[in-house]
């Protein structure tokens, strides 16, 4: 019986090599046109844009994207089976264009006309079978809802009673009139399972359900996922603090930061709360700021903390910035508090100068309301003998404000004190 397989092997296999050679050369030469259906055929709608402008939506448009469309086309054996290969290369296309000029009712329903085309020199379109056979135009309209929840998995150490916070909390959506009108509900499903001390927050699709509890589809969400904490572990209220790159512009000056809000509460495994004293936010650029400006910034958490609070994962920071002028000063001595400083104790010393005139640098306002009584000084007369001198003295002024004209310098007569005895102090008194 192997005898009969094994003679003349090699000539058996020859001829096989052979007549694939010749098949593959058959079909090339030949290349017979048939006809071959296609299914899945990619979809293409165009008009959106324009539909939405005029205020309508294609209501059934995730249908019509979804369907199984199925055509038949007809060319060459060789080029059908590119087509056949790469779906790219067909398309069904939906112009919702010429249905344009009939809105004029909130609703229309209407024949879909699709074209099929093949991008494939010589293979044509027989027939088409779309599943999704009519177009549904709908007035467009929008509402805000605000997001509930469902509670799903099975509760452990307590969890089921704790209130979960959405954020955002609210949405907005957009579609066809009917399907917003139909909105029963907007909610969020809370898998209990998944949270612990360790996992505080999920994000989660938002779902719309109707009046008998159908999902609604072809809605568009302002948000798609909202964040959902459980506060699990120990809570704290801690402020948030603003941090700062960078430097302002010449002449300006940063006067105040309000943050809003100014705290929130964390939550989270006790040592890691109990170490947290505040919560600092991601650094704001200071350069290029010449005027006051509100910036949004976001919270930076540790690892393995929340926030509970239902506000956004950004936070408003206004940044005061002022620009300051400069305005010239003449400023008595006389009852100028003047610490004297290095001066030998054999010595006095007189205050030649009775006003000195300062250049101060602030802002406007704090320009028009100073007060020079609030100016203080100090000289060092270390080293000093008899005599006149003129020497810088240093002056002290309230905090945001800066003399610009520094040294300023003061005439001072240093003189010996001369010792009197008691009989010559007697004497001069009578």
Not at 65 to 71: E, I, L, S, Y
């Amino acid at each position: 019986m192997n005898r009969i397989f094994t003679h003349n092997l090699s000539w058996k296999i020859g001829s096989l090599v052979l007549a694939a050679i010749l098949w593959v050369f058959v079909i090339n030469s030949q290349n017979p046109t048939q006809p071959q259906e296609i299914r899945n055929i990619p979809i293409v709608i165009k008009g959106l844009d324009e539909l939405e402008s005029k205020g309508f939506v294609l209501k059934n448009q995730d249908k019509i994207k979804d369907q199984k469309f199925k055509a038949v086309i007809r060319g060459p054996r060789l080029q059908v089976d590119k087509v056949l290969a790469n779906k790219s290369l067909i398309k069904a296309t939906l112009d919702l264009t010429p249905y344009i000029n009939e809105l004029t009712v909130d609703s229309i329903i209407n024949v879909a006309e699709y074209t099929v085309t093949v991008s494939l020199e010589g293979v044509s379109v027989i027939s088409t079978a779309p599943e999704v056979t009519s177009v549904i135009l709908e007035k467009e309209k929008s509402v805000e809802k605000k997001i509930t929840y469902r509670k799903i998995g099975e509760p452990k150490n307590g969890y089921m009673d704790l209130a979960p916070i959405i954020t955002p909390n609210t949405v907005v959506l957009s579609g066809a009139q009917s399907d917003i009108d139909n909105i029963k509900e907007v909610s969020v499903e809370i898998n209990i399972d998944k949270f612990s001390q360790d996992y505080l927050i999920d994000r989660v699709p938002i779902k719309v359900y109707d009046a008998e509890g159908k999902e609604i589809a072809n809605l568009k969400k302002s948000v798609q996922l909202v964040d959902v904490k459980l506060p699990i572990g120990k809570t704290k209220t801690v402020p948030l603090e603003a941090t700062f790159t960078g430097t302002l512009p010449t002449d300006y000056v940063h006067t105040n930061t309000l943050i809003s809000p100014k705290e929130i509460t964390i939550v989270g495994k006790e040592e890691l709360v109990d170490q947290i004293e505040k919560i600092e936010l991601k650094p704001i650029s200071l350069d290029n700021l010449i005027q006051t400006s509100i910036i949004k910034t976001e919270i930076v958490l540790p690892k393995g903390i929340e926030y509970i609070d239902a506000i956004d994962k950004q936070v408003d920071v206004t940044l005061e910035i002022k620009k300051e002028n400069t305005y010239p000063f003449d400023v008595s001595t006389t009852g100028m508090q003047i610490e004297v400083i290095g001066m030998n104790e054999t010595l006095g010393y007189e205050l030649l100068t009775h006003q000195i005139s300062i250049i101060l640098k602030a802002t406007a306002e704090e320009l028009v309301t100073f007060d020079t009584a609030g100016i203080t000084g100090k000289l060092d007369l270390t080293g000093l003998d008899e005599g006149d001198y003129t020497i810088p003295i240093e002056l002290t002024v309230p905090e945001n404000f800066v003399i610009m004209n520094k040294p300023i310098n003061v005439d001072i007569r240093l003189t010996r004190i001369v010792e009197v005895s008691q009989e010559e102090a007697i004497e001069e008194a009578e």
